[in-house]
Nanobody, 124 residues
Framework: EVQLQASGGGLVQAGGSLRLSCAAS????????IGWFRQAPGKEREGVSC????????YYRDSVKGRFTISSDNAKNTVYLQMNSLKPEDTAVYYC?????????????????WGKGTQVTVSS
């Protein structure tokens, strides 16, 4: 059974940091595209960052470049999202998703597996 477990969300002041974790099981982790997506109230889901675990290739949406870092620990079947210099507009529920072929960077539509979200709230 495929499982993705996102954790690490919380409440932080603007300028602060959080590290999200996505622990995976049930599939061959070292050859997947794994991404972080977020959805704020009243807004559509958007792609934040993706990583291809086979070679470490990464993607970031423009608004998080230079602030967020995605990484993969294949030995632990876990993908991390280090979020620094957080802004109130980063407030959302963050989800991780996995797919054997691609990371749907726009919204995640079509990706095979999804975990439950973790809430990130950034106060001003």
């Amino acid at each position: 059974e495929v499982q993705l477990q996102a954790s690490g969300g919380g409440l932080v002041q603007a300028g602060g940091s959080l590290r999200l974790s996505c622990a995976a099981s049930g599939f061959r982790f070292d050859n997947y595209a794994i991404g972080w997506f977020r959805q704020a109230p009243g807004k559509e889901r958007e792609g934040v960052s993706c990583i291809r675990t086979s070679d470490g290739d990464t993607y970031y949406r423009d608004s998080v470049k230079g602030r967020f870092t995605i990484s993969s620990d294949n030995a632990k079947n876990t993908v991390y999202l280090q979020m620094n210099s957080l802004k109130p507009e980063d407030t959302a529920v963050y989800y991780c998703a996995a797919d054997p072929l691609f990371c749907a960077v726009t919204s995640g539509d079509g990706m095979d597996y999804w975990g439950k979200g973790t809430q990130v709230t950034v106060s001003s």
